[in-house]
């Protein structure tokens, strides 16, 4: 089976950085993702990460170290529409579903 | 391209009636997946099928439930008798084979009543 957590909630300044953490214990290992979510609507694509290591999209980037189960998102130069939930899922091996954690809720504070 | 495609966006229901959700996938994408959303809770996965055949419905519940993905058409989520805790957004999403992520639909918000 898969078990993830996250925080369920944070609060950041505009302008700041901020790191959101997701650990996961999986059977079978094929991919971790990242998506955000705005109230109300749809999940969207953020990032995705199979190897080890940093992946930097814009202000966007996530971290993976699979022998600890564990990525993050850091988001930079945070804006106010950053406001949202930022959802971690994982792909077990030999699947092609994603199992998602409940979310972290991100507020964003002038 | 037009994106993954859900209908209707929201339906209510009375104790009792079926509720039949639909969702187009992305062109050129042939495998599908259901999430269901309660408030202030995650994604939680249902189903996941390609075209007429349903690969993993371990999220399913066993009774009430039923999904398909046709030949032709839409792919159909299916709930019989909806009770008051039926009440969710549904998602779809769609993928292309060996993909990176899936694509999301805007949901299918149900309430009972």
């Known amino acids: 089976g898969q078990n993830i957590d996250q925080p369920t909630e944070m609060t950041a300044t505009e302008g700041a950085i901020v790191q959101i953490n997701c650990t996961y214990q999986?059977?079978?290992?094929?991919?971790l993702f990242w998506y955000q979510q705005h109230a109300g609507e749809a999940p969207t694509f953020l990032s995705y990460n199979v190897l080890d290591g940093l992946e930097e999209k814009g202000r966007f980037s996530s971290f993976l170290s699979r022998s600890k189960g564990y990525s993050y998102l850091l988001l930079k130069e945070l804006q106010m529409k950053d406001s949202a939930s930022y959802l971690c899922a994982v792909r077990g091996g030999g699947a092609n579903n994603l199992f998602f954690g409940t979310g972290t809720r991100l507020t964003v504070i002038p | 391209n037009a994106g993954v495609m859900q209908n209707p966006r929201h339906l209510v229901r009375r104790r009792g009636q079926e509720a039949r959700l639909r969702c187009s996938p992305m062109?050129?994408?042939?495998?599908v997946y259901w999430y269901r959303q309660l408030p202030e809770e995650g994604l939680k996965f249902m189903v996941y099928?390609?075209?007429?055949?349903?690969?993993?419905e371990s999220g399913m519940p066993k009774e009430r439930f039923s999904a398909e993905f046709p030949k032709e058409g839409p792919s159909i989520l299916r709930i019989q008798q909806v009770v008051r805790g039926d009440s969710a957004a549904y998602f779809c999403?769609?993928?292309?084979?060996?993909?990176?992520?899936?694509?999301f639909g805007s949901g299918t918000r149900l309430t009972v009543v």
């Open positions: 062109k050129g994408h042939s495998h």
């Open positions: 099928l390609q075209k007429e055949n349903i690969i993993d």
């Open positions: 999986t059977s079978g290992f094929n991919g």
């Open positions: 999403a769609s993928s292309p084979i060996g993909t990176d992520g899936y694509t």
